[in-house]
């Protein structure tokens, strides 16, 4: 289990940082897409939503600025890198992850959630999350 510290924002976000441990170190691959993360931050209560879409942007200009989202997408939370994460050997930028939902998602009254969401409350820095409960059968995206 990874040991974590949370701290509230005054602006509401709340960052979830790594703390490692000595066992964590001993366990780190630099071969994981997700070892250089320090933390999340959620931009809004996560408690409230059943999933999130996630996406690995290999694109990113900074290890630890707030990333964007073009069109009907709200961004919900992004991960921060650590000091020393290395630049993606293609695009020379970084890779880091962000968690959106799409317009259709807060207004659909399905009870599925698309293929590649994960529950919110189950994200970690490091850690990919886990399906929500109510992933859908068919494995069809909506």
């Known amino acids: 289990m990874i040991t974590t510290q949370t701290i509230c924002r005054p602006d509401g976000r709340r960052e979830v940082i790594r703390l490692l441990t ?3 170190l001993a366990q780190w691959s630099k071969e994981d897409p997700l070892a250089y993360e320090k933390s999340i931050v959620w931009l809004e209560d996560i408690t409230r939503l059943p999933y999130v879409r996630v996406a690995e942007v290999k694109c990113a200009r900074s ?3 707030r990333l964007r989202l073009s069109g009907k997408q709200r961004l ?3 991960s921060k890198l650590m000091a020393d994460a290395p630049r993606d050997p293609t695009t020379k930028r970084f890779t ?3 968690f959106y939902l799409r317009e259709a998602d807060l207004t659909s ?6 293929e590649r969401a994960v529950d919110p409350r189950t994200v ?3 850690e990919r999350g886990q399906p929500p409960e109510n992933r859908p059968q068919s494995g069809e995206e909506r």
């Open 96 to 98: 880091r992850r962000l």
């Open 124 to 126: 970690l820095p490091g």
């Open 63 to 65: 290890r630890r600025g």
């Open 22 to 24: 000595t066992e964590e």
């Open 109 to 114: 009254s399905s009870a599925s959630s698309p």
């Open 76 to 78: 919900v939370g992004y």
